[in-house]
């Protein structure tokens, strides 16, 4: 089972939003509404973001949102704010009961 | 509130096995799943597999099928992995994380580093 395919960097400025996408296979993002993102701040563990493609835990706040084309799942985060600064990764469910997660992508807010 | 706590940091000479505990608490056991992720060190998250708690049925990723073996302890609230055959490419930090919806994991564990070195 390969990784996901996100990209290893973002960046954006405080209150932009960016966007990070996390390419699959008709196997496993584009087959199955079962896609999570998850926040990782250095020495911590991941924390759930979104889950199902686009809903939200209680307490993430709505800057974050989740969706899905095709084989590409993407979270996009508004209003970027200095703590957002982190690693997220992508999980997908890919059949059998297995589950995937991609390469993560570093967030810089500059 | 719902909490994982896992056992303390580990080392292992290459060849030997761990076993990583993770306690739970905060909520009915053996109503939610159990999975194990692996983070080597600046590396990516990668899945391990995950153990049904109710009936002790598990799943594991093919890349660590053969190594791995999930278990639960239910009077204990308690899930374990054990990894063996190790290599010092297995130094990592272990977690555990409670199946939140279809394949999704919250909350998490604190981590478990385990260190393969001779």
């Known amino acids: 089972q390969s990784a996901l395919t996100q990209p290893r960097s973002v960046s954006g400025s405080p209150g932009q939003s960016v966007t990070i996408s996390c390419t699959g296979t008709?196997?496993?993002?584009?087959?199955?509404?079962?896609v999570s993102w998850y926040q990782q701040h250095p020495g911590k563990a991941p924390k759930l973001m979104i889950y199902d493609v686009i809903k939200r835990p209680s307490g993430v706040p709505d800057r974050f949102s989740g969706s899905k084309s095709g084989n590409t799942a993407s979270l996009t985060i508004s209003g970027l704010q200095a703590e957002d600064e982190a690693d997220y990764y992508c999980c997908s469910y890919a059949g059998s009961y297995t589950l995937v997660f991609g390469g993560g992508t570093k967030l810089t807010v500059v | 509130q719902v909490q994982l706590v896992q056992s303390g940091a580990e080392v292992k000479k290459p060849g030997a096995s761990v076993k990583v505990s993770c306690k739970a608490s905060g909520y009915t056991f053996t109503s939610f799943s159990i999975h194990w992720v692996r983070q080597a060190p600046g590396q990516r998250l990668e899945w391990m597999g995950w153990i049904n708690t109710g009936n002790g049925d598990t799943k594991y990723s093919q890349k660590f099928q053969g190594r791995v073996t999930i278990t639960r302890d239910t009077s204990a609230s308690t899930a374990y992995m054990e990894l063996s055959s190790l290599r010092s490419e297995d130094t990592a930090i272990f977690y555990c994380a409670r199946d939140f919806g279809f394949g999704s994991f919250d909350p998490w564990g604190q981590g478990t580093l385990v260190t393969v070195s001779s």
């Open positions: 008709s196997s496993d993002v584009g087959a199955y509404n079962y």
